[in-house]
């Protein structure tokens, strides 16, 4: 096997750590071939499971699943967002995000061709640069391709960027992407990625040289870190 | 595709009323969310709790994974895999996302230990509908060498890394990972062949 097929192999069965899993997570959102070899592994490899049998979950487990998906039981989507949004507005330092946010999400809202429309409540970080600083303000919508990341009033120094990082509770950080200064970013979520950008999650922003961090990890000082909340 | 060519002759079977239900939902229709929910639950959650070890984890990954197959049906490719193949490979990384997210201090012994599951059999129906690819892939792992075999296995039903795999057996890294690359390029030969 060359080594790339032996990676989707690794892939398949979860043995990778580190450098070597981020850069199979980037093949994966990147390169076709590569996810297929990683499907024809868990293809041939699902009939192992047979040898787990069946086990029968809890009663209640279909109506907790059910209470999760209606909860908040969501309007039409761009109606319950501007509503959320005008009570975000109130914080002020927030205020030109939220109108770039409900701009965005109002034109990319319901995702054309892609199944179930998310109706989940969006998910909001602010990370805060320090006293007197700008914040950088992530939004992202729950099954949205896309997120956005506002860093309106950052100056760019000409050396530096700043790079948005996912850090998982455990393991290695992943990046979300670098960020362009005093932009409203429009970032493609990794779709690897996509299922923990929860409730909760901790996102880190980084300074890093132009085109960010080569090493896949963070290489600067990590100057934020916040959690994604619901609004 | 791949159960199809080698399932039942019915047509009718649980496998291709999930392909077809999975497919429903994977086009919008999230009613469809119930009769894949039903058809699948019980072979997820043996999943969720093997790799997991803990009931109540593998309650929430099950959880999490059916809303997540609610919220992005879109990811699931009708072209690539069964309904079932895929939906357990996509139980099964979750759990090990749980698994190393830290959420779950996983005990330690023995993994026969971790959870009773032996005692429980398959369905007589799905057995016969998988046999031919059960029969696949024990046949060519049957034809690697124990040191090959064995991790390959703890890797897949325990969720192990290379370094989990290396220091449980008390053997150098880069040996295990050049037993199980072997493993692994012998398994694809048998496979394709």
């Known amino acids: 096997m060359s080594p790339r097929e032996t990676m989707a192999a690794e892939y398949a069965l979860g043995l990778l750590e580190g450098a070597e899993l981020l850069e199979a997570r980037g093949l994966m959102a990147n390169d076709t071939d590569f996810a297929q070899q990683v499907g024809w592994w868990e293809d041939r490899l699902a009939p192992l499971f047979d040898e787990l049998g069946e086990m029968n979950p809890p009663a209640n487990l279909w109506e907790r699943i059910q209470a999760a998906i209606d909860d908040p039981a969501p309007p039409a989507e761009t109606v319950l967002l501007r509503h959320r949004l005008r009570i975000w507005q109130g914080a002020a330092t927030l205020a030109a995000l939220a109108a770039a946010v409900l701009a965005f999400f109002t034109f990319v809202v319901p995702l054309p061709g892609s199944g179930p429309t998310p109706q989940a409540a969006p998910l909001v970080a602010s990370l805060d640069l320090g006293k007197d600083k700008p914040r950088i303000g992530v939004t992202v919508m729950p099954g949205a391709k896309e997120m956005l990341v506002s860093t309106a009033g950052i100056a760019s120094d000409g050396k530096h960027q700043h790079q948005l990082w996912l850090v998982p509770a455990s393991g290695d950080p992943r990046s979300l992407g670098v960020l362009t200064a005093d932009h409203e970013n429009r970032m493609a979520i990794p779709p690897m990625l996509a299922g923990r950008l929860d409730q909760g999650a901790t996102l880190a922003v980084s300074v890093e040289p132009i085109g960010g961090s080569t090493t896949g990890l963070p290489t600067g000082p990590v100057v934020a870190t916040a959690k994604l909340q619901k609004i | ?193």
């Open chain 2, 1 to 193: 595709m791949l159960n199809r060519s080698v399932a039942n002759d019915r047509g009718d079977g649980p496998q291709e009323l999930l392909d077809a239900a999975m497919t429903r939902l994977a086009q919008g229709d999230r009613t469809a969310l119930r009769a894949v929910y039903d058809a699948s639950v019980t072979k997820l959650f043996a999943i969720c709790l093997r790799i997991l070890g803990d009931r109540a984890e593998a309650e929430d990954a099950l959880q999490d994974v059916y809303i997540n197959l609610w919220r992005r049906a879109d990811r699931f490719d009708a072209e690539r895999a069964s309904a079932i193949a895929w939906l357990s490979s996509f139980a099964r990384n979750r759990a090990i996302d749980r698994l190393r997210s830290g959420r779950v201090l996983r005990q330690s012994g023995p993994i026969d230990e971790a959870v009773g599951l032996a005692d429980r059999q398959p369905l007589p129906d799905r057995q016969v509908e998988s046999a031919e690819e059960s029969a696949r892939i024990h046949h060519c792992l049957d034809q690697l060498e124990d040191q090959q075999r064995e991790p390959i296995r703890r890797a897949f039903f325990d969720g192990l890394t290379y370094a989990q795999l290396a220091t449980k057996n008390n053997t150098p890294l880069g040996t295990m990972k050049s037993r199980i690359r072997r493993g692994l390029a012998r398994l694809k030969a048998c496979l394709e062949s």
